[in-house]
């Protein structure tokens, strides 16, 4: 039951985001927004990405994002190095520095984050650069 104080995950709807935001096969949903609880100030989410899901290069101009995993691993790219992300571990993510993940293993990859400066995902200024390769990554599917 959703209240002014607390939510489940199970309640909010998976985002509607696909390869124009640079996500593919992930399920990531706001649980603490303005939309769900009313915040004001940040926006915690949970993402699984399944095998071979990923969120490509992207850079978000108005917050930082902390992530944490929970289960399975990650491949979490920034600055020109890969990290390798496995339960327990954590990261911040500067505004303005482009970074994508990506699993690459049989178990899905589970990570809570939130956006420290903003109350939801369209307000985190996220841009997806079209030179994917540039960073690492394939090709951007759409170009």
């Known amino acids: 039951m959703i209240n002014k104080y607390l939510i489940h995950v199970d309640e909010v709807k998976p985002l509607d985001v696909g ?3 640079g996500f593919q096969g992930v399920d990531s949903r706001l649980v603490i927004s303005d939309e769900t609880v009313g915040s004001d100030k940040s ?18 101009s108005e917050s930082d994002e902390i992530l944490f995993a929970l289960r399975g691993k990650a491949i979490q790219w920034i600055d020109g190095t890969p990290y390798i992300m496995t339960p327990g571990s954590a990261m911040i993510l500067p505004k303005n520095a482009v970074h994508w993940m990506r699993n690459d293993w049989d ?27 540039d960073y690492d990554f394939e090709p951007h599917p759409n170009k």
């Open 19 to 21: 390869l124009d935001e």
């Open 107 to 133: 178990e899905p990859f589970e990570v809570i984050g939130f956006y420290p400066d903003v109350p939801n995902f369209e307000k985190t200024g996220q841009k997806v650069v079209d030179n994917w390769e």
């Open 43 to 60: 926006c915690l989410f949970r993402v699984i990405f399944p095998k071979g899901a990923y969120h490509g290069p992207h850079y978000h």
